[in-house]
């Protein structure tokens, strides 16, 4: 499905994500997320993406460099385990760094667990962070929240 002629990176043909990561193991999952959004939608836009660790943002210029980024993004992913509830400062970072943006296309958390009720609880958060800011929320494990399913992009 091409991107929609009404978004202003079709203009630029470059399209940015934001990967926010647990740890390294959800790092390495957005990697390979990554190689295949820019399979599928190479002949859309190019893909620019950059990547922050949760400990990132603990430090205050690592900090600011991942708000930067991440309000200049079309997309912001968090991959996660998700089998915890979003740490507080990572839910304070996102709400501090949503007040910098514009407007977001999309929202996707992409969870590692295969439990739905073990992740309900980071789910809620994402879930009332992209209702609050009328962004669209894609999940693996939650095809009901928002919009849609990640689930073909990762199969």
Not at 23 to 52: H, M, P, T, V, W
Not at 103 to 122: M, N, P, Q, Y
Not at 131 to 142: D, E, I, T
Request: net charge negative; with cysteine; hydrophobic share 40%.
């Amino acid at each position: 499905m091409p991107i929609p002629e009404t978004f202003p990176t079709v203009n630029n043909n470059v399209f940015k994500i934001f990967f926010l990561c647990e740890d390294g193991q959800s790092l390495d999952r957005a990697l390979q997320l990554k190689e295949k959004l820019l399979d599928n939608c190479r002949d859309q836009a190019d893909i620019e993406a950059d990547f922050c660790e949760y400990a990132r943002l603990c430090h205050p210029r690592l900090r600011e460099n991942a708000t930067a980024h991440a309000a200049t993004a079309d997309m912001i992913i968090v991959s996660a385990r998700g089998t915890e509830a979003l740490p507080a400062f990572v839910q304070t970072w996102m709400n501090e760094m949503s007040a910098r943006c514009s407007e977001k296309i999309v929202c996707a958390e992409f969870l590692h667990t295969d439990s739905s009720d073990r992740a309900s609880g980071f789910h809620r958060f994402m879930d009332n962070w992209a209702a609050q800011r009328g962004a669209l929320l894609f999940s693996n494990l939650f095809p009901n929240c928002h919009f849609g399913d990640l689930e073909e992009v990762v199969a």
